[in-house]
């Protein structure tokens, strides 16, 4: 058969989100095949498709290995991948999930799950040991996710960004708004504080807005700094982007955050992705706590405390 054109070697730490993972690949068109045997691997890709799946070897495949799938030895894992590419000349990713153990902790704590390689110890011992058998694959891995602050959904949009099969050949670009007060998002190549800029918060009716309000933005926008702060970052991302594409750098995250990820970040967010459409990129835009609740006592504490409104 025609080989794939991809294929995505899916690994990582149990409870990291491999399933969700899995399961978002194949509702975006993937072929999935989970914890195969390794030495099926070959047998797989060369088994015909049957009739009537013409089209079909086109689709990707991902491959979800991890330490309980039979056979499992990390470095003949890495090995076997290398042979594939040279004798076969398969285009092979590979992607790892990773998670800190404390939080992996508290899920299979939540979810009242053993932990596979801990059946009959703490679920701590299991991670220790899996995190051991598995970390050549982490070493070797073309992409590392760390889930430790990603829900479900998340995950699921963050797997869709990276792997969405439109225009596979231009980076993935994705224009993120957080709030410092809510965590740094782990994933971000570049990094911006807004929390320089004029602070909605203290203003009781653009409280309970958000920055894609218009007044909102008017009230930012009337800071002094503002325009020429946003447009030598606007200058700066037209200038580094193209080389990033050059050096082949598949994912780019930029992130913006302010004290709550509600006003201030959100607002600069949504003008910097429409700039870079304008100037023919393809941002994906997501707003990681723009729901969040605003909290004065964080506002005051990371802000210098409120200002008088006018």
Known sequence: MTPPKTILLLSGLSGAGKTTALKTLEDMGWEVVDNLPLVLLDRLLDTPLPAGHAGADERPLALGIDARTRDFDANAIVKRIKAMRERHGHDIETLFLDCSGTELERRFAETRRRHPLALDRPAADGIARERELTEPLRRWATQVIDTTGFTSNSLQQEIRSRFSRERLSDPVLTILSFGFSRGVPRNADLMFDMRFLRNPHWDANLRPKTGQDP????????????????????????????????????????????????????????????????????????????????????????????????
Do not use: M, W
């Open 215 to 310: 007044d909102v933005a008017a009230y930012i926008q009337a800071d002094p700094a503002y325009e020429e702060a946003v447009g030598k970052i606007e200058d700066l991302l037209a200038t580094l982007l193209p080389r990033y594409s050059e050096g082949g750098k598949a994912y780019i995250t930029v992130a913006f955050g302010c004290t709550g990820g509600k006003h201030r970040s959100v607002h600069v967010a949504e003008r910097v992705a429409n700039y870079l459409q304008d100037a023919g990129f393809s941002p994906t835009v997501l707003h990681r706590n723009i729901e969040s609740t605003p909290q004065d006592s964080l506002e005051k504490r990371r802000s210098g405390g409120p200002k008088a409104v006018s």
